[in-house]
């Protein structure tokens, strides 16, 4: 028996969103606008969107409104007054808002930076529903210990890993043949490498299927956020490496599936809207109304799948490397990757040379599968990880 309720206008769910003003906070957000009496929003966090943050915490009375750019405090101050939202900036606000005693909270700040906030909410018991890729990947086994040490609940909000969330039997795990995830190939599916050498960071943010952050958007033409994706669903559902596959579904309506030994293969499937899975953890134990389109079968173009190329995709190569190593190897990649992401959208360097600089970086580390103690020692891997990756792009700086 779950110690969860669902929110009702009776019995409000505390509420806060780390990271509100990227595309899954926003989704957030409006899906708590829909049905305000069932929430109570205890904070609101985000980077630098100071105009945004303050809208949010005025429509939906937050008690707290976080930018974690200190040089903006002043403006979001300024923003809020004449309303009853307190205003803090920087890394320990960002802290205490995730200690506050919110029920549920929303873990959607992109990248390393979501991932001390992350922890504060998991060690205090709360229910984590999880957006942020790089928390996982980073420090799993110690996101996960707060979580279960705490009593709390980690909750996968990523389309693929909800997906498999909805359709995994915990109690029929032994029944599990392989996790599948699917990935819709992102915009240079059909891409020769000599094309891919040429992309522009417009080019690779344009996503066929779906609208997100810059960052994730990128990850998604290199693939490695399917990469990253492998890494997380080993952590959450327990599954090895060998048993998760991943397998290119352009459409993206079958977001991911579970398979058994029986032969059965259990999916779920949904439109491309990230407010599905979002919804899915809000109300979760239970499910709340979501305004999403409802998938018409009568309708429904064909449903194809293919295999990934690694080939023109390393990313997977690499992150199944960084799997099976363990240790420091996934923090290694993931900054690597992040300071990679960056350089390409910098116009510093080429698209194919992200996956090359994030190789390299691995390559040259000595203590990769080296086990992880503290979350001081992911700090101080991750940057000594961008460092490395940032002399390699300065290294691979196209001539003019």
């Given amino acids: 028996m779950t110690r969860w309720a669902a929110p009702s206008h009776d019995r409000p769910r505390g509420v806060t969103i780390l990271g509100s003003t990227g595309s899954v906070g926003q989704s957030t957000v409006d899906l708590i606008s829909r049905d305000p009496d069932a929430y109570r929003v205890e904070a609101l966090v985000a980077g630098r969107s100071v105009d945004r943050l ?3 915490a005025r429509r939906l009375r937050a008690r707290l409104a976080v930018v974690a750019d200190p040089t903006r405090y002043k403006e979001l101050k300024e923003a ?3 309303t009853s939202t ?3 900036a920087g890394a320990d606000a960002m802290a205490e808002a995730a200690a506050r005693p919110a029920e549920w909270v929303m873990a959607a700040i992109v990248g390393f930076a979501g991932l001390p906030p992350t922890l504060v909410a998991a060690r205090r018991g709360a229910m984590v529903a999880l957006a942020n890729k790089e928390a996982l ?4 086994r110690l996101l996960i210990e707060a979580v279960e040490t705490s009593g709390g609940a980690l909750l996968p909000v990523d389309s693929e890993h909800n997906a498999i969330f909805q359709v995994f039997e915990p109690g029929q795990r032994h029944a599990i043949d392989r996790l599948i995830l699917t990935a819709s190939g992102g915009p240079f599916r059909q891409w020769s490498l000599a094309d891919m050498a040429e992309v522009t960071p417009p080019q690779a943010l344009a996503h ?3 609208q997100m952050g810059d960052k994730i958007s990128i990850d998604s033409a290199t693939m490695m956020n399917k990469g990253l994706e492998l890494i997380e669903a080993h952590l959450l559902f327990g599954m090895p490496g060998e048993q998760i596959e991943i397998v290119v579904h352009p459409q993206s309506v079958i977001h991911s599936m579970v398979a058994y030994r029986d032969g059965s293969v259990l999916a779920q499937l949904g439109s491309t809207d ?3 899975p979002i919804s899915h953890a809000l109300g979760w134990p239970s499910r709340i109304e979501g305004p999403a389109a409802r998938l018409d079968f009568a309708t429904l173009s064909a449903l194809t799948f293919e295999q990934p190329d690694s080939g023109r995709f390393p990313s997977l190569r690499l992150a199944r490397q960084a799997l099976a190593i363990n240790g420091f190897a996934p923090i290694v990649m993931n900054a690597a990757n992040e300071a990679a992401v960056a350089a390409f959208l910098a116009r510093r360097i080429g698209f194919l040379d992200i996956a090359r600089i994030v190789e390299d970086v691995m ?3 000595d203590d990769l599968a080296t086990p992880v103690a503290a979350l001081q020692e992911v700090q101080a891997a991750d ?3 961008r460092r490395r990756a940032d002399v390699r792009c300065q290294v691979r700086l196209p001539s003019n």
Avoid at 137 to 140: L, N
């Fill in 54 to 56: 303050a809208d949010q």
């Fill in 80 to 82: 809020l007054a004449g």
């Fill in 86 to 88: 307190e205003a803090a």
């Fill in 137 to 140: 990947v980073c420090a799993g």
């Fill in 208 to 210: 066929p299927n779906w």
């Fill in 274 to 276: 990230m407010r599905v």
């Fill in 363 to 365: 390559a040259g580390w």
């Fill in 383 to 385: 940057e000594e990880a």
